[in-house]
């Protein structure tokens, strides 16, 4: 799901390494980043750029691979989610926890 982002930063002039870019996956893989656009650029920055003179690449990079993210509707997710094959009452459970841990972070806010 992120290689094309890994791709860009690559193209863009961002040395990221394969252990910068573990890094990061480990990161969302622990949570660090769920549900907030803000947590996830701070999370991908922070993990991947390690010279300030390549925060500016950094940006184009991450503003080409995920424009328009932060215009994603809570429905939009929950469709996404429910779509996502899942037995039972394991895709209830799912759909609450989305919908919860969506409106804690703030992201349904119109």
Not at 2 to 20: Q, T
């Amino acid at each position: 799901m992120f290689i094309p982002f890994f791709d860009a930063l690559r193209k863009n002039g961002v040395p990221v390494s394969m252990r910068e870019f573990l890094a990061f996956l480990e990161g969302m893989t622990a949570g660090l980043a769920t549900y907030d656009i803000n947590a996830f650029y701070y999370l991908a920055r922070v993990s991947m750029v390690k010279d300030e003179r390549n925060i500016d690449k950094f940006d184009r990079a991450f503003a080409a691979t995920f424009e328009g993210l932060d215009n994603i509707k809570l429905e939009q997710v929950l469709e996404a989610v429910l779509r996502f094959p899942r037995r039972g009452r394991h895709r209830h459970v799912l759909h609450q926890q989305v919908t919860c841990r969506w409106r804690i972070d703030g992201a349904h806010d119109d």
